[in-house]
């Protein structure tokens, strides 16, 4: 049984599909005008591993996440450019799929982008004002009535009174009341823009997600998720438009991703502290292993929690990985399976299945590391290729621990030609001809120069030596 916080009704939930097996699931993607932060990653991550474990438990998915490619912040640096504004989100959309490679994050089953969806837009406009719930203004743009929508509010514990006291004091004159918000903008000089019946213009933010979430998976449908920042009021909003143009419940359980802090102070483009994806890849000269390093970070904090970036996070999560891979490279060339005798893997979908309670389930990931180590210590070949194998099959679920052992710890094409692989190997051999001669001096003289030279040497209990980057 799946259990997930539902930021709704504020507890955690049975997981129930609408359809017995099925399950449709809207994530709100990027704003294509810039290279996708960390922020970003921790989103795509986090909703990249529920799909995979929901999968992993035999449901069919359907899983969307949507692409904003028209809005105020593109058509601005689109002009600062001085290029048209399909040709800087296109360019940012491959950046985008880039940056999940590394990261290890599948495609969605879909990718609905706004202006490929402004007749689905302008068609839900349309009801919400022959509903009444919404109205085209003097100035060329159409707006929503919050007021209407008595429930207004519930997703991000606000009430009417509390967003009153918030208003500008100053009101725009076009608005029926300050609270309400723009569905529909009148085009202004120079901008791009689509036909409608009131006039040219492009749509707003909000609308955007109702049109495509309800194209894509129907007026009512399991999950939504996203960032913490998105609860209010995009959220909101789109739970206003959405249920008074259909007149059906929305979403039945909606999730969000903590926020993201540098060194403990919320990460944010206005304080200058944020990093890119293709910024933190370059840390390492090897982007595959790095890529995977990012998302181990981000998987070390539950979902729901803030992440906390830094330096040292970065390094822990590196180590962490490494020593996993180690169990993994131990067991490589291993033939023989056994049985494993402790229920680990039981203790990894236990955590899954609590709100995905990914810092549990990789606590199991180190279970099966000790236990890869008592086996072969022990002499177990069988237990220890037994419980690495499960090793690698539970990372999967989390989408690590699927590149080659040899690779990730640099023992093999070292950092993509940073070192001389062959000239590592030759002293290595050096160095045990030595041991063997019971020149000690010599010995400690190669690994000395190795160690200065980033080199680790592990010395297995069978006599053979492996190498890494420091």
């Known amino acids: 049984m799946i259990k997930i916080y539902n930021t709704l009704t504020r507890r955690k939930e049975k997981l129930t599909p609408r359809i017995a097996g099925e399950l449709g699931i809207y994530v709100c993607g990027m704003t ?48 600062e450019n001085g290029e048209p504004f399909n040709q800087l989100t296109d360019r940012f959309i491959r950046a985008m799929h880039e940056d999940c490679l590394w990261l290890g994050v599948l495609p969605p089953d879909d990718e609905p982008r706004a202006t490929a969806h402004i007749g689905q837009i302008l068609q839900m406009i349309t ?46 004159h076009s608005k029926e009341d300050p609270l309400d918000f723009v569905l529909w903008k009148g085009a202004k000089p120079g901008e791009p823009c689509w036909e409608s019946p009131w006039g040219e213009g492009r749509p707003g933010w909000h609308i955007e ?34 249920e008074s143009a259909s007149g059906e419940h929305f979403v039945n359980l909606w ?34 292993r790095m890529g995977e390093v990012i998302r181990y970070m981000i998987l070390g904090s539950h979902y729901r929690s803030p992440l906390n970036f830094s330096d040292s996070a970065l390094k822990s999560a590196k180590s962490a990985l490494t020593r996993l891979y180690l169990a993994l490279e131990k067991t490589q060339r291993k033939e023989s399976v056994g049985s494993l005798a402790a229920d680990i893997p039981g203790q990894f979908h236990q955590a899954m299945s609590d709100d995905f ?30 419980a690495a194998n499960e090793l690698k099959s539970l990372g999967a679920l989390l989408g690590i621990l699927q590149q080659d052992p040899g690779r990730f710890l640099g023992s093999e094409g070292a950092a993509e030609g940073a070192v001389d692989g062959a000239e590592i190997d030759q002293l290595v051999a050096d160095r045990n001809q030595a041991r063997a001669d019971r020149d000690w001096q010599k010995a400690d003289l190669i690994r000395d120069d190795l160690l200065s030279r980033g080199i680790l040497l592990e010395d297995a209990p069978d006599g053979s030596t492996r190498w890494r980057l420091a």
Do not use: W
């Open 32 to 79: 294509v005008y810039d290279y996708c932060h960390l922020g970003h990653a921790r989103v795509l991550v986090v909703f990249d591993t529920i799909v995979r474990y929901l999968r992993a438990t035999g449901l069919k998915v359907k899983y969307i996440r949507n692409i904003t490619d028209i809005d105020d912040k593109i058509i601005q640096r689109a002009a």
């Open 127 to 172: 009801t919400l004002i022959e509903r009444d719930f919404a109205y085209s203004a003097a100035n060329g743009d159409v707006y929503y009535r919050v007021r209407q929508f008595p429930q207004y509010g519930r997703l991000s514990g606000k009430t009417i009174d509390q967003l009153q006291v918030g208003a500008r004091v100053e009101r725009d």
């Open 209 to 242: 997600c109702s049109a495509m979430s309800t194209h894509c998976l129907g007026n009512h449908f399991d999950i939504h998720g996203g960032g913490m920042d998105l609860q209010f009021p995009h959220h909101e909003n789109e739970i206003a438009q959405s």
């Open 255 to 288: 999730m969000h991703n903590g926020y993201v802090q540098i060194d403990q102070e919320k990460m944010s483009k206005s304080l200058g502290n944020f990093f890119t994806i293709r910024e933190i890849l370059k840390t390492d000269n090897d982007q595959e």
């Open 357 to 386: 309670n990914t810092p549990g389930a990789l606590a199991a990931l180190f279970e099966l590391v000790r236990e890869v180590n008592r086996a072969i210590d022990d002499g177990r070949r069988g237990e220890a290729k037994s």
